[in-house]
């Protein structure tokens, strides 16, 4: 893959880990965050201007925390220039955010009218998959522009899915995100609850793993928790609140009847008041404990892993 440059705008959490992926495939990444030493320490080339980021880019990524940081981005804002004022014909751009569907489709026709082509491109799978190149990636707008960069996939996704028309990939994101918060908003109550009546948590996990009430939050979440590793690194209890209202807006505006998000909105809210705003979701349990009584799952300090 040598030869092929890529733009990525936001090197956090998520895509500073992707980038690190592409940059050891042989691709040349030319980073851009707000945060000064994001990018090199990501091992992108640094830059301070949105243009040098398309320039000699073959395709550029994006990954934001929300839709107005990608619209800024994308059109700029207070008089300063965003990537559509640099983006060259035949460019594609690839939104990896969770984002608003209606918001992006505004985005892919504007883009559209220049000759640049914009994927919304959903991702899922946590900080495990990004360090390990195995997330699965769920896109959105043309299917050929997808296929002209699959090349930029391979490094960081084990499964990409075309989903269909512009929207599509961020619409399927926030469905699979809002499942990701009921499953973790329940499974950390009755996790507390198995504390307080006594209960062995490892058996009780093996119980719930082997029946009806399974998900990715017994299985893959929750054998760490309760041994004091909350798998750090992943998304926040205040991003996780944005991509279930995000979900809500969603459904209204398709009319469909939004009956099970006052749950994870009521607990991702209490764990945000009781002070984890900005710690990984997983520390839910640890705030529904707080309002418990201050129960523990675990006694250790623990939290050196990543999230799967």
């Not at 030493?37 to 934001?64: F, R």
């Not at 793993?209 to 929750?222: I, K, P």
Request: aromatic share 4%; with cysteine.
């Amino acid at each position: 893959m040598s030869g092929r440059q890529v733009g990525f705008v936001g090197l956090g959490n998520m895509g500073g880990r992707m980038t690190r992926r592409l940059v050891a495939a042989g691709i040349s990444v030319v980073g851009f965050d707000v945060r000064p030493g994001q990018a090199a320490a990501a091992g992108a080339t640094p830059t301070s201007s949105l243009a040098e980021v398309g320039n000699g880019s073959d395709c550029v990524l994006l990954s934001l925390p929300d839709s107005t940081a990608v619209e800024s981005v994308v059109l700029g804002d207070g008089g300063a220039g965003g990537l559509a004022d640099a983006a060259t014909p035949g460019q594609v751009i690839v939104d990896l955010s969770t984002a608003a569907p209606a918001s992006t489709r505004r985005l892919h026709a504007a883009l559209a009218e220049r000759g640049v082509q914009y994927l919304d491109a959903g991702i899922s799978g946590g900080a495990a998959a990004a360090e390990k190149g195995s997330l699965t990636i769920m896109v959105g707008g043309s299917e050929a522009a997808l296929d002209s960069v699959r090349w930029v996939f391979e490094p960081i996704a084990s499964k990409v899915v075309f989903m269909g028309d512009s929207g599509a990939g961020h619409s399927t994101k926030l469905l699979n995100n809002f499942l990701n918060a009921v499953t973790l908003a329940a499974t950390a109550e009755v996790m507390v609850a198995a504390r307080k009546a006594g209960l062995d948590l490892a058996a009780v996990l093996d119980v719930i793993n082997h029946s009806s009430g399974v998900s990715y939050a017994s299985t893959n979440r929750f054998p760490h928790i309760i041994n004091g590793d909350y798998l750090e690194g992943g998304l926040t209890s205040a991003l996780m609140t944005k991509d279930v209202v995000l979900y809500v807006d969603h459904v209204r505006e398709l009319g469909v009847p939004c009956l099970n998000a006052a749950g994870p909105l009521a607990t991702f809210g209490a764990a945000i008041n009781l002070g984890y705003a900005d710690q990984i979701s997983n520390r839910v349990v640890d705030a529904i404990g707080d309002l418990a009584g201050g129960v523990r799952l675990h006694t250790g300090s623990g939290g050196h892993g990543t999230e799967g």
